[in-house]
């Protein structure tokens, strides 16, 4: 789960929560637009809808896809919450490990 201000933006939502795969390992059809939401992340949204595709980062391996993009709910839960700093005071706390800001 990450708490940041541009999760918060782009969701429309209170946090954001994804899947993190190894980029290769995930496999596409159809096409994506991106932004630069920081120095090293890339944020990629349908050109037709504007649904938030995925994000991708310019020193990490990884790909991050938000939970509300796949058709089935309940197969993945958040193991750490990101950015803590600007989290919602009614969520609950202890459920997960929490980081302040961004992971170590
Ligand atoms: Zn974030």
Redesign the pocket.
């Known amino acids: 789960m ?1 708490h ?1 201000m ?2 918060r933006h782009i969701h429309g939502s209170a946090f ?1 929560s994804y899947a993190i795969y190894e980029h290769a390992n995930v496999e596409w059809s159809g096409s994506t637009r991106a932004w630069e939401s920081s120095a090293l992340g890339r944020r990629h949204f349908c050109p037709v809808c504007g649904s938030v595709a995925f994000m991708e980062y310019t020193d990490r391996t990884e790909i991050d896809l938000p939970l509300g993009s796949f058709d089935r709910t309940g197969i993945f839960e958040p193991t750490y919450e ?2 803590c700093c600007h989290r919602e005071p009614w969520l609950p706390h202890g459920v997960r490990t929490e980081f302040v800001e961004d992971r170590d």
Do not use: F, N, R, Y
């Open positions: 990450c940041c541009t999760c954001g990101l950015w």
